[in-house]
C-alpha cells in the first residue's frame, strides 16, 4: 500500500503558484519523497524528489517539513499545461525499494 | 534529462495471441526494470521488478508465465503477453533506473494494449 496521503483534486488559476500537499507520516528516516505527474495517456514525468532539506529544480520546488511528515510541491506559475494528476511517492525499501502509487492529485489548472 | 524509451506505443491484437513490448534506457544502464499497468481512471499497479541478469520478481496475484520478462542488457527489458485476452487489455509502463541508488526512476510513454 501507499505510504502517502493527498487531496483527490484542486484547481489553481493560470498564472498562479499551486501548492500541492502530501503526508507522509510514516516515512523512515532513510526514505525520499518522490514527485511524478501523469498527463492523460503518457507515462509519469519524474518532478523532483528529497529527502529532508527543501529542493528546487526548473520545474517545481518541494518543502518538507522538519519532521518529515509531510510535504509540498510548488509550481511557481502553473500553466494550462500543468494539469496533470501528480503522485507523492515514498519509496518502500529504501534504495532497494519501488515505487508504489497511490491515487494522487488532479491538478485542473484553470484559465 | 534520462529517457526511457517504450514500443510499440500502440498494439491491436487478436485474442490468444502474443504480444512483445520493448523498454530501452536510451541514455544510462539500467540495472533495474519495472513494469506497470494501468487500467481506466486507476493508479499505476506495480507488476514485477527486473534486475539485469536475474529472473524478474513479480507481485502478488500476478501470473509469471503469462507476463513473460526479460532483462537481458542493461539497456533492454521485455514484456510478453502470452496468450492475451481481453481482460489483458491495458495501458502497460516501463520504468528504469540505476539499482541501490536514490535516483529517480524514469518511465516510457506507456503501450496501449488492446485485444479483441
Known amino acids: 500500500d501507499a505510504k502517502t496521503t493527498q487531496p483527490p483534486s484542486m484547481d489553481c488559476a493560470e498564472g498562479r503558484a499551486a501548492n500541492l500537499p502530501c503526508n507522509h507520516s510514516?516515512?523512515?528516516?532513510?526514505?525520499?519523497v518522490y514527485w511524478y505527474r501523469q498527463i492523460h495517456s503518457q507515462g509519469p514525468q519524474y518532478i523532483i524528489h528529497?529527502?529532508?532539506n527543501n529542493e528546487t529544480n526548473e520545474m517545481a520546488s518541494l518543502i518538507i517539513t522538519e519532521d518529515r511528515k509531510s510535504s509540498t510541491l510548488i509550481l511557481p506559475h502553473a500553466t494550462l499545461r500543468d494539469t496533470a494528476v501528480y503522485y507523492c511517492?515514498?519509496?518502500?525499501?529504501?534504495?532497494?525499494?519501488?515505487?508504489?502509487f497511490g491515487k494522487g492529485t488532479k491538478l485542473s489548472v484553470k484559465p | 534529462g534520462a529517457v526511457v524509451s517504450q514500443h510499440p506505443s500502440w498494439v491491436i491484437c487478436k485474442s490468444g495471441t502474443s504480444v512483445k513490448i520493448e523498454c530501452r534506457s536510451l541514455?544510462?544502464?539500467?540495472?533495474?526494470m519495472f513494469w506497470y499497468r494501468q487500467f481506466p481512471k486507476q493508479s499505476l499497479m506495480l507488476m514485477a521488478t527486473?534486475?539485469?541478469?536475474?529472473?524478474?520478481?513479480?507481485e502478488q496475484g500476478v501470473e509469471k508465465d503469462k507476463f513473460l520478462i526479460n532483462h537481458a542488457s542493461l539497456t533492454l527489458s521485455t514484456l510478453t503477453v502470452t496468450s492475451a485476452h481481453p481482460e489483458d487489455s491495458s495501458f502497460y509502463i516501463c520504468?528504469?533506473?540505476?539499482?541501490?541508488?536514490?535516483?529517480?526512476?524514469?518511465f516510457g510513454d506507456g503501450t496501449r494494449l488492446s485485444i479483441l
Open positions: 520504468s528504469a533506473r540505476v539499482r541501490l541508488s536514490n535516483q529517480p526512476q524514469h
Open positions: 510514516t516515512i523512515s528516516g532513510n526514505e525520499y
Open positions: 528529497g529527502l529532508k
Open positions: 511517492i515514498v519509496r518502500v525499501g529504501g534504495s532497494q525499494g519501488n515505487l508504489i
Open positions: 541514455d544510462f544502464q539500467a540495472t533495474t
Open positions: 527486473s534486475n539485469e541478469g536475474s529472473k524478474a520478481t513479480y
